[in-house]
């Protein structure tokens, strides 16, 4: 597989500048073009609201933690990733006149579709399978559908459509394409980039058919196996009642598999002289459009459990709105309402022989922070050689840093010697504001700086060209917008709900979780937005750079010479030691089972990412860094020089 993504990429990169594709979509009906535009608009907006609140749904109801309804997750998850893969660009080709895609934008919308297809191709199989359990063996179903099957099962099913996908997608771009090529389709499909190859495409479509009739014919068998067993057991019940509530079990997901796979059947494993262009385009929106929306509509309007959690959770939301707000207009009646105005921190240490020990400690981690990084900011700055964009996003890596220690550790360094440890409410929401700010904005700074050095390594004579000024600055920008909104999602979520004591903050600044405990209110959905955002977060920079190193160690591997993967690695060591610091402690603060979550234990982790992290990043790149080493070899002694 390392071989066939090294290989598409190789490809890629030899086409990607000369080769668009146009997707004319439905431009031959552009009288229909707004009508469809608010169509496929309203279709999308159900299909995200759905699948993302049939995920929220099953994962804040205990009740649902059982594998028919984790295996839904994931489907819910797969729905939603691939109409994402598609639908954006066909509102953007539906509003604009521009419908130009580049070559690598086509392949890697093909690839990404590919996978969640395979995926829930076979998804669909499992649940089947899981159905045929709970049905014909209910008695020791939850010993058979331990949690470790139901994890094999999801991860086989998604192993497989990556390897699917990126097969097809190998025999696709080995392809030969030239210049502007028309694809009569809103979507990069198999089919409509074939027919516009310069090259044979016999053995790429006979991959195409071999893989989707053996996907199909395996996933079908799974499926009517099942079904057929269960409709053996049924059948057998002697009540009636039985027989319904056995076969309600299963109406949902039968439904799904008829709309599913009734679409594939007929885009795929028909022969080319029975369709055309028009019926594939129609077929084509019903299963990229139409079904993720379908999916969570079937599955909540037919499911029993579903719909009861759903009303749970409405009624629940409005009568603690209610109660809440008949509580606070009888407490300010009374005018016995306690507003929390000021928060106090427990500190660090409970033993005060230790208070010295720790000020001194934390406070030469500051400084060396404060001298290391804003040394490399300047040194960046002053050195010509270190204009590069590598160390661009350096420079900013070594800002955020350095703000996030300011926004912790002064305060963390006087309250050594007070002995009320006293911050403002306000004060409390603006540290955590800045906080969250620079956290995300570091994840993803680090995700920049993996794909920069993916460029260097793997494409290192275009590296000017794609690391251009602009681009660099966008991927520095994003960061900081992804924080902003990622902090101000989490600080208005958290300071809007009432304080009403007690006011002591067992943690040594304003983190979140910490703040929850003195919330006189249900906070649930507070923790699953953290969850959700936090995890998309890390999920998103994670594979970022695991997919970039991927690539890096491939290509590095390829290297003939000792010396020459000696300084590759040279080059990416900094980063992945910078990398594996800050993720595994995120990690395991904020995406990790409120189950295990003990707050001393968090504190204890905070102070690393907080007062040692940021020290500890200016040291990891100008100590394993040769090119930092030498500017600072050639700027202090030019400064002495001037001085003396």
């Known amino acids: 597989m390392a071989y066939a993504s090294a290989s598409v990429i190789r490809n890629l990169e030899n086409q990607s500048d000369e080769v668009t594709f146009i997707l004319l979509g439905f431009s031959e009906y552009p009288e229909l073009q707004v009508p469809l535009f608010l169509l496929f608009l309203a279709i999308y907006t159900v299909t995200v609201l759905g699948n993302l609140g049939m995920v929220m749904v099953i ?38 006149e521009d419908r130009t895609i580049s070559f690598t934008g086509c392949i890697m919308q093909f690839f990404l579709a590919c996978v969640f297809v395979v995926t829930e191709t076979f998804m669909l199989a499992v649940m089947a399978y899981d159905r045929f359990v709970a049905v014909c063996n209910p008695l020791l179903y939850t010993a058979v559908m331990s949690q470790k099957l139901c994890s094999l099962l999801v991860g086989a099913s998604y192993s ?3 390897a699917c996908s990126l097969t097809l ?3 696709l771009v080995h392809l030969t394409f030239r210049g502007n090529n028309i694809i009569n389709n809103f979507v990069c499909e198999h089919a409509a980039i074939v027919s516009v190859s310069r090259s044979d495409p016999y053995i790429s479509q006979k991959i195409l058919l071999v893989s989707a009739t053996f996907n199909e014919i395996s996933s079908l068998v799974i499926i009517l196996t099942s079904y057929i067993f269960i409709f053996i057991t049924v059948m057998r019940m002697p009540s009636t009642g039985g027989r319904h509530k056995a076969f309600s079990t299963c109406a949902s997901h039968l439904t799904a598999i008829t709309i599913f796979h009734g679409t594939i059947l007929f885009l795929y494993c028909v022969p080319n002289s029975k369709s055309s262009w028009l019926m594939v385009k129609v077929a084509s929106v019903f299963y990229t459009v139409v ?24 009624n629940t939301k409005l009568l603690c709105d209610e109660k809440f707000r008949r509580n606070h207009n009888q407490s300010m009646s009374k005018e016995n309402y306690t507003r929390v105005t000021e928060l106090i921190f427990t500190g660090l240490s409970y033993n005060p022989h230790l208070q010295v020990f720790f000020f001194l400690l934390f406070l030469s981690f500051y400084i060396i922070n404060l001298t290391g990084n804003l040394g490399m900011v300047i040194l960046i700055r002053i050195s010509s ?26 305060k963390m360094l006087t309250d050594f010697f007070l002995q009320r440890k006293v911050i403002s409410f306000w004060g409390c929401a603006l540290q955590q504001w800045f906080f969250g700010f620079f956290v995300t904005a570091e ?23 794609a690391m251009s000024h602009s681009l660099c600055i966008q991927l520095v920008a994003g960061p900081y917008v992804i924080g902003f909104m990622n ?22 600044f304003c983190d979140v979780f910490p703040l929850f405990s003195l919330i006189c209110a249900d906070t649930e959905l507070n923790k699953l937005v953290i969850f959700i955002m936090a995890g998309a977060v890390g999920i998103f920079s994670g594979l970022t750079i695991v997919v970039s190193y991927t690539y890096i160690l491939t290509a590095i591997l390829r290297i003939r010479s000792a010396e020459g993967r000696r300084k590759a690695f040279s080059t990416c060591s900094s980063h992945l030691t910078a990398v594996s610091i800050m993720f595994g402690t995120l990690f395991f603060i904020y995406v990790r089972p409120s189950a295990s979550f003990s707050l001393d234990l968090n504190k204890a982790v905070s102070v690393f990412y907080t007062a040692v992290i940021p020290m500890l990043n200016p040291l990891i790149y100008s100590l394993r860094n040769k090119e930092v080493k030498d500017a600072i070899h050639r700027t202090v002694p030019r400064k002495m020089t001037c001085w003396s």
């Open 385 to 410: 050689r270190l204009h590069t964009p590598m160390y661009f996003f350096l420079s900013h890596l070594s800002f955020v840093d350095m703000c996030l220690s300011s926004v912790v550790s002064p």
């Open 487 to 508: 902090t101000m999602t989490h600080t208005t979520n958290t300071f809007r709900l009432p304080f009403c004591g007690p006011n002591v903050i067992n943690h040594f």
């Open 59 to 96: 994962r804040i109801n205990p009740k649902l933690h059982t594998p028919m309804y984790f295996f839904l997750s994931h489907l819910s998850f797969v729905d939603f990733c691939y109409s994402t893969v598609v639908t954006p660009k066909l509102l953007e080709n539906l509003a604009v």
């Open 160 to 162: 497989w459509g990556i």
């Open 291 to 314: 079904i993720p929306m379908l999916n969570p509509l079937i599955y909540s309007l037919r499911n029993k459990d579903v719909k009861e959690t759903v009303k749970t959770l409405i």
């Open 443 to 465: 994840c993803l700074l680090l995700a920049s700086m993996a794909y920069d050095r993916y460029v260097a390594i793997c494409n290192p004579l275009l590296y000017s060209i």
């Open 169 to 171: 997608t190998y025999f």
